[in-house]
């Protein structure tokens, strides 16, 4: 049988606390849902941020995590759907467009795009 971890979630869009017990062979969001709790979500595979949290303790691991770069996960930010806990975690949810532009925005939006040459015309 697996071990059980405590998980406080900070639902800041909310306002309100959750607290879960979620076996370390479990998905945190997947035991959540199990227990009632409704946190934000989309596509359920580690694609996109709209579940992404932000660890204040404890630590998850998260392989199938690919809509998080390496550098957030460095600081911190995990994508609950597909997050193992592996100890005792408080997080805070995140706004994905928070997320979204501490991993791209260095990237868009910065910025006229220029196009290139014009194509001759018949």
């Not at 809509?67 to 975690?89: H, M, Q």
């Amino acid at each position: 049988m697996a071990r059980t971890h405590t998980i406080t979630v900070h639902h800041r869009q909310t306002g309100r606390i959750y607290t879960v017990e979620v076996p370390e062979d479990r998905y945190i969001l997947q035991a959540a849902e199990s227990q009632g709790v409704e946190l934000p979500f989309a596509c359920r595979n580690g694609a996109c941020t709209t579940c992404a949290v932000r660890l204040l303790e404890g630590e998850v691991e998260q392989p199938e995590a690919m809509g998080l770069s390496p550098d957030l996960r460095d600081r911190g930010y995990a994508l609950l759907c597909v997050s193992y806990p592996r100890s005792n975690i408080q997080a805070e949810t995140q706004d994905e467009d928070e997320v979204y532009e501490l991993q791209f925005g260095r990237y868009f939006g910065k910025g006229k795009v220029r196009r290139g040459l014009p194509l001759e015309e018949d």
